[in-house]
């Protein structure tokens, strides 16, 4: 689905359906066998576990372990490629950046994304990224339109705040789910991990040259004025005013939705404690007023219908699915029987033509059904 969004070819988005596939069909989720598999994707499932094995174990297991797979996961001319040639060529990748090694294999023509799709494709990754927990599905879009709507107040570029918005919590993905998810409090190791996302968000960033310009501000978003902030305890004189609207922008969007830990705060909570923070010198005094009067002017969309013909009671249910919700929980806030929710997703599922729960969280984000 993320190839589909950020348009690579048809080829690719059948490749990266089969990579749970078997060479003797008992694979998931299509069972198919042999040759059905694209060649691409049998070649990546023996290099991907030739790669790990070889971390894991030492040589002589994992050949081992690779060699009574052989006609079964793997092809076997793959598989006899990969124990001839693997040692030479996971010593030549070792000895250089692997980085480096892998977009200069990249066969050609090499695709690029044109200009005129590129918000589209940031939106993707946006929406893909929010997936790492239920408690996040929205959050990055629902930053970077507010940081959007907040940027003329502060004289600053809408364009670079909202692409920045979209991009900041990128270094979630680095993050296990399980910290995302903890509804206790967290252990000073996983504290730890969760301070360093800015730092992976500014890592992507800086390794894709035409998003670059975008990683000091993305990075930069639970920085603070008084240097109280991470992941570099930047203080207000090194901190630029974009950086500082997106971290008022993200800390208004985070404080109104749900976390383990906590439930939302209303907006006008989450504007007092704006406030507080401001007077306190953590947040900047001007983003706090442009980011509370952006929020402020916000209006749900007047539709004349949903999408894909879903009903009102429809939406009810996706939008409550989206945020995470059993059907027992959807249940009861809509008043209904979970057995009622149950039918209700079927529809859902059948009109979207999805099968999955993130699959239809995906269509949620990608309709604007989610934080509206």
Not at 87 to 97: F, K
Not at 141 to 170: F, I, N, Q
Not at 211 to 227: F, K, P, Q, T, Y
Not at 340 to 369: D, M
């Given at each position: 689905m993320l190839a589909r969004r950020i348009g690579l070819s048809d080829s690719v988005q059948l490749a990266l359906q089969c990579v749970y596939e078997r060479w003797d069909g008992k694979g998931l989720p299509n069972r198919i066998a042999g040759e059905e598999i694209p060649v691409s994707c049998r070649v990546a499932i023996v290099a991907r576990d030739y790669e790990l094995l070889n971390r894991m174990l030492d040589h002589e297991a994992a050949t081992k372990f690779l060699r009574e797979r052989k006609g079964r996961a793997y092809e076997p001319r793959v598989l006899d490629a990969a124990l001839e040639f693997g040692p030479a060529l996971i010593g030549q990748i070792e000895e250089g950046s692997l980085w480096d090694a892998v977009l200069e294999a990249e066969p050609g023509p090499q695709v690029t994304i044109e200009d005129a799709h590129i918000d589209e494709v940031?939106?993707?990754?946006?929406?893909?990224?929010?997936?790492?927990?239920?408690?996040?599905?929205?959050?990055?879009?629902?930053?970077?339109?507010?940081?959007?709507?907040?940027?003329?107040?502060?004289?600053?570029?809408?364009?670079?705040?909202?692409?920045?918005?979209?991009?900041?919590?990128?270094?979630?993905?680095?993050?296990?789910?399980g910290i995302w998810n903890k509804e206790g409090s967290l252990s000073q190791g996983e504290w730890e991990q969760v301070r360093l996302h800015p730092y992976f968000t500014q890592r992507i960033l800086t390794r894709c040259g035409p998003l670059e310009d975008l990683a000091e501000v993305s990075s930069s978003h639970h920085e603070r004025m008084d240097g109280s902030g991470y992941h570099r305890g930047t203080k207000a004189p090194s901190l630029s005013s974009e950086a500082r609207l997106l971290a008022t922008a993200d800390a208004f969007r985070a404080m109104t939705e749900r976390r383990p830990h906590r439930g939302a705060l209303s907006p006008r909570r989450a504007a007092e404690e704006l406030e507080r923070s401001s007077a306190e010198g953590r947040l900047d005094v001007q983003c706090v007023r442009a980011v509370l009067q952006a929020a402020g002017e916000s209006r749900r969309p007047v539709r004349s219908a949903w999408p894909a013909n879903l009903t009102d009671r429809e939406v009810e249910v996706l939008r409550l699915l989206a945020s995470g919700l059993s059907n027992k929980q959807i249940a009861g806030a809509l008043t209904l029987s979970p057995k009622t929710v149950g039918h209700h997703i079927e529809h859902i599922y059948a009109k979207i033509q999805v099968s999955t729960r993130p699959g239809a969280t995906l269509f949620a984000l990608e309709q604007g059904l989610v934080g509206v």
């Amino acid at each position: 689905m993320l190839a589909r969004r950020i348009g690579l070819s048809d080829s690719v988005q059948l490749a990266l359906q089969c990579v749970y596939e078997r060479w003797d069909g008992k694979g998931l989720p299509n069972r198919i066998a042999g040759e059905e598999i694209p060649v691409s994707c049998r070649v990546a499932i023996v290099a991907r576990d030739y790669e790990l094995l070889n971390r894991m174990l030492d040589h002589e297991a994992a050949t081992k372990f690779l060699r009574e797979r052989k006609g079964r996961a793997y092809e076997p001319r793959v598989l006899d490629a990969a124990l001839e040639f693997g040692p030479a060529l996971i010593g030549q990748i070792e000895e250089g950046s692997l980085w480096d090694a892998v977009l200069e294999a990249e066969p050609g023509p090499q695709v690029t994304i044109e200009d005129a799709h590129i918000d589209e494709v940031l939106s993707a990754f946006a929406h893909f990224v929010d997936l790492k927990s239920h408690y996040l599905h929205g959050h990055s879009s629902g930053v970077a339109a507010l940081a959007e709507r907040a940027a003329p107040a502060c004289e600053l570029d809408p364009t670079l705040l909202r692409r920045a918005g979209l991009l900041h919590d990128l270094g979630r993905v680095a993050v296990p789910s399980g910290i995302w998810n903890k509804e206790g409090s967290l252990s000073q190791g996983e504290w730890e991990q969760v301070r360093l996302h800015p730092y992976f968000t500014q890592r992507i960033l800086t390794r894709c040259g035409p998003l670059e310009d975008l990683a000091e501000v993305s990075s930069s978003h639970h920085e603070r004025m008084d240097g109280s902030g991470y992941h570099r305890g930047t203080k207000a004189p090194s901190l630029s005013s974009e950086a500082r609207l997106l971290a008022t922008a993200d800390a208004f969007r985070a404080m109104t939705e749900r976390r383990p830990h906590r439930g939302a705060l209303s907006p006008r909570r989450a504007a007092e404690e704006l406030e507080r923070s401001s007077a306190e010198g953590r947040l900047d005094v001007q983003c706090v007023r442009a980011v509370l009067q952006a929020a402020g002017e916000s209006r749900r969309p007047v539709r004349s219908a949903w999408p894909a013909n879903l009903t009102d009671r429809e939406v009810e249910v996706l939008r409550l699915l989206a945020s995470g919700l059993s059907n027992k929980q959807i249940a009861g806030a809509l008043t209904l029987s979970p057995k009622t929710v149950g039918h209700h997703i079927e529809h859902i599922y059948a009109k979207i033509q999805v099968s999955t729960r993130p699959g239809a969280t995906l269509f949620a984000l990608e309709q604007g059904l989610v934080g509206v």
